[in-house]
């Protein structure tokens, strides 16, 4: 299948689309195609656009891909009738996406829904991966923030009140509440993130899609001690950059991911779960610092 450019808005960054079993999938792409690979992939509520000032310093060291999942984003929003949205097949997806851009070996940026959707990758085939870059998820129990739970607790009891306080999920005040929460200094958030999210959300049928996504988060969570023991195994070099004062996904999300890989380097930063809102620049340089000291 060939990938098509649509658009490039610097001579580093391209926007891309290709089509994968019949669904259109975005992704952004920069850097030379020679060196290092990097995958950077988003969660929710967001798309590769979180990662929109990073890429083009991260190109400097790496050749970087950050896909939109369908149903965010730029992607396609294919029917539920013909897409199933869990996170198994957000994973196929990704696996195909790399074999179609002839991708054997990367590093990865695992954010929020995007540790899952990696790890089911790294679970089954260890030796794709090279580095990884832990930011604000988890793969432990301990890392589940209290709205989290109550989110699960809230999809085994659909009554009407319950369906209602799930559907405040999907509204503008909880997506703006996902990147203003716990951040140091609220006039580095731009407007335009949390804004375009609120935008593409109110296209058809996406809010019961996202709902759906996120009942299927539990899947995760049996898969779990499998991921912990894949690590543990694999000890692949792994910097952990957080948002300490993220309550989706926790600190404790991150000191567990530190034990459980003896060599990885954990970095704090005082703000939320969209951490690169306010640190962008010092955790892209921190990247390619961590990534050149183990490869050199």
Known sequence: MESKEQAIQSPSIKYMNINIDGTEIFYREAGDKKKPKL???HGYPSSSHMFRNVIAVLSEQFHIIAPDLP???????????VFGYTFENFSKIIGRLLSELKIEKT????????????MRLIASNPSCAEMLIF?????????LGSGLRDTMALFRDKTRANLEKLLKLVQPEYLKWEYMNGVKDPSR????????????????????IHLAIKEDYRSNISLYKNWQQTLIALQ?????????????????????LHED?????????????????????????????????NYK
């Not at 590093?107 to 990696?118: E, Q, R, T």
């Not at 930011?135 to 890392?143: A, F, K, R, V």
């Open 39 to 41: 995958l950077l992939l």
């Open 71 to 81: 149903g965010f984003g730029f992607s396609a929003v294919p029917p539920k009738e």
């Open 107 to 118: 590093s990865f940026y695992l954010f929020d829904y995007g540790a899952p959707v990696i």
């Open 135 to 143: 930011q604000n998820c988890t793969i432990h129990l301990q890392g």
């Open 189 to 208: 958030i731009a407007p335009e993130s949390y804004t375009m999210d609120q935008l593409l959300m109110e296209r058809k049928d996406l809010k019961e």
């Open 236 to 256: 692949p070099p792994t910097l952990i950059v957080w948002g300490e004062r993220d309550q989706v996904f926790t600190e404790q999300a991150a000191l567990a």
């Open 261 to 293: 890989i003896t060599d990885s380097k954990l970095i704090f930063y005082p703000t939320g779960h969209f951490a690169l809102e306010e640190f962008g620049m010092e955790i892209a340089q921190e990247i390619i610092r961590y990534y050149q000291s």
